[in-house]
């Protein structure tokens, strides 16, 4: 059974109705369909002022931020967890307790093997920041994108996953998935909102006849599953005014295995990672990518961008300039040599440098305020 895809709408008319059917602007933020509260918000001021002024006002005080359970959140590789109330529906969608796969998601994997003590659970992730999950379940820690396939071939009955939201992540989760099923098997996915990026609702539809390719009978929940809210969006959301909850939104996809795979089928392109340097410093967690880099100012070490501020994490809204250092405060720069960065960080994280010897742009970037 395959369903039919909700037709996109215009951004101006998805905020619109969003606010019209909204009480107060977190209400609003999480109908957005993947739009981030701050484009959201200054969409709906250029053609609905009055109802954003609503909004708000019914908003009330803005909440502190909540320290994350796993600490500083990551930005590059994607850190968002479902929330307890998205945790539970999840769990109570698996119908076979006899051997359930969870790739890349830990807090869920916690929630299955507190359902049923006796289920064989294995949570693959490659974040070991995240892997500090009790209980029985059997912890692999690897990147997904490095699976053959031939891992897990046929052993579990049940598979949910939760994979950084880009399509070739999606395409190789999914496969890793159906060659881990068994006959009859389900898989649990979120899938994104059209609004999400430009090319959201065309991703969502070759998701969907990828599931149909590999043999998948499909359902979709429409708006099913809330994620808690990463440090560095907390830090934007409060740097604009606005409240800090839940508002990531996403339909669930259930799939059944209904026919085998296509003998002659290939397996999809695996996404690449970045090279990452990660390092935290004073509960800062700061990432440095040697991936994309501006190399045309070889003298400058660290070029602020927007006063180091983010927007809006969404990597469409963050401009045409490079940004390759990010930190779970929500700030970004260019460094122009990545590799002197990332030696000068973990010099002064060891206590080998002083502080104070570090360049002013450097201490700005640090600096938990602002």
């Not at 008319?13 to 999480?30: G, K, Q, T």
């Not at 598979?159 to 898989?187: E, M, Q």
């Not at 830090?235 to 003998?263: C, F, N, T």
């Not at 961008?305 to 994490?313: A, E, N, R, T, V």
Request: aromatic content about 10%.
């Amino acid at each position: 059974m395959y369903f039919e895809e909700r037709a996109p709408v215009d951004r101006n008319e998805l905020c619109i109705s969003a606010a019209a059917s909204s009480a107060r602007f977190s209400d609003f933020a999480s109908k957005c369909q993947g739009l981030f509260p701050t484009v959201a918000q200054s969409t709906l001021a250029k053609i609905a002022p009055a109802e954003l002024s609503r909004l708000l006002t019914a908003e009330g005080s803005i909440q502190d931020l909540q320290p994350n359970s796993h600490g500083p959140s990551s930005f590059l590789f994607s850190t968002w967890d479902f929330t307890q109330k998205t945790r539970a529906k999840l769990t109570k969608m698996i119908e076979n307790w006899g051997s359930v796969l969870c790739l890349g998601c830990p807090t869920l994997a916690i929630t299955i093997a507190q359902a049923s003590p006796d289920a064989k659970i294995v949570l693959v992730d490659a974040n070991e920041r995240r892997l500090n999950t009790p209980g029985k379940q059997f912890i692999v820690n690897r990147d997904i994108s490095q699976l053959s396939g031939n891992e897990f071939k046929g052993a579990f009955s049940e598979c949910v996953l939760d994979p950084p939201w880009y399509l070739l992540d999606f395409l190789w989760w999914i496969w890793i998935a159906r060659r881990s099923l068994s006959t009859n098997g389900h898989l649990i996915f979120p899938l994104f909102g059209s609004h999400t990026r430009p090319s959201a609702h065309q991703d969502r539809q070759a998701i969907l006849r990828w599931c149909q390719t590999l043999g998948f009978e499909i359902e979709i929940f429409n708006d099913l599953a809330d994620y808690t809210v990463p440090s560095f969006e907390g830090h934007i959301l409060k740097r604009a005014g606005l409240p800090v909850s839940p508002w990531k939104r996403a339909d669930i996809v259930k799939a059944r295995v209904k026919r085998d795979i296509e003998a002659d089928l290939r397996p999809p392109q695996p996404p690449s990672k970045p090279f990452v340097f990660q390092i935290e410093h004073s509960d800062i967690l700061i990432e440095v990518s040697f991936d994309r880099y501006d190399s045309s100012n070889p003298d400058l070490l660290l070029e602020p961008i927007d006063g180091f501020l983010m927007k809006s994490p969404s990597r469409g809204e963050l401009g045409n300039k490079v940004s390759n250092v990010f930190t779970s405060t929500g700030k970004r720069a260019i460094c122009t040599r990545p590799l002197e960065f990332a030696h000068k960080l973990f010099r002064v994280s060891k206590g080998q440098e002083r502080e104070d010897s570090l360049p002013t742009a450097l201490q700005a970037l640090l600096d938990n305020g602002g």
